[in-house]
């Protein structure tokens, strides 16, 4: 149980356009997803906590309206990297959280962004 | 401010011996800490946690000591098997807050046949 999955896995697209990252908890519903992005041999960092019908909670120096997250049912959670630059190639990693759970929390296996 | 830290970014272990990973943390508030293991472009794979309230939690192959007053903690893997070899992380979050995980830079462990 308690598996999450990511979609896509891998997109190439280019500068400037916009793209959407989803985020699906398959087998429980998660009242809070957490999204995270990793660049290479770099821990991961928040960036933003997603409460089912509620606005997401964004990190500091998180760009909230390039970074828009809807979370509308407490099994989808969706990443919409806005106006996407080079800059913003990285390793996307979304997380689901069991309600009531003491911070354990199951990833998805994750989306490799490239903005060419 | 990182406040989670792995000191080591790599570690080598022969197979069958102990592979010990440490982890340190500057937030008192932290009360419940978690590793997890990842492989390159994969999400996390959650290993073993334990709360603040002890000191040793194990599971199989892992064992995950705390010690509060040194704010550390360490997970030992033992024997070390060639499937051990990829990057463990270690979290740390606060109970009762809103479960952000704060993760720790991660080491490379390669497990030498």
């Known amino acids: 149980g308690a598996v999450v999955s990511q979609h896509p896995s891998r997109v190439i697209c280019k500068s400037g356009t916009s793209v959407k990252i989803e985020c699906r908890s398959l087998d429980f519903q998660a009242t809070t997803m957490f999204w995270y992005r990793q660049f290479p041999k770099q821990s991961l960092m928040l960036m933003a906590t997603?409460?089912?019908?509620?606005?997401?909670?964004?990190e500091q120096g998180v760009e909230k309206d390039k970074f828009l997250i809807n979370h509308a049912s407490l099994t989808l959670s969706t990443l919409t990297v806005t106006s996407a630059h080079p800059e913003d190639s990285s390793f996307y990693i979304c997380?689901?959280?069991?309600?009531?759970?003491?911070?354990?929390?199951?990833f998805g296996p994750g989306t490799r962004l490239t903005v060419l | 401010d990182q406040q989670v830290k792995q000191n080591s970014p790599s570690l080598s272990v022969q197979e069958g011996r102990i592979s010990i990973l440490n982890c340190d943390y500057t937030?008192?508030?932290?009360?419940?800490f978690l590793w997890y293991k990842k492989y390159p472009a994969e999400g996390p794979t959650f290993l073993i946690s334990?709360?603040?309230?002890?000191d040793k939690n194990e599971d199989g192959r892992f064992t995950v000591f705390l010690n509060k007053s040194a704010k550390h903690l360490s997970l030992h893997i033992v024997p070390s098997q060639p499937g051990d070899s990829a990057v463990y992380f270690c979290?740390?979050?606060?109970?009762?807050?809103?479960?952000?995980?704060?993760f720790g830079t991660g080491t490379r462990l390669t497990i030498i046949p």
């Open positions: 979290a740390a979050t606060a109970w009762g807050g809103n479960e952000k995980l704060t």
């Open positions: 937030n008192s508030m932290f009360d419940y």
């Open positions: 334990i709360s603040s309230i002890k």
């Open positions: 997380s689901a959280a069991l309600a009531g759970g003491p911070g354990e929390q199951f």
């Open positions: 997603s409460n089912e019908g509620s606005k997401a909670t964004y």
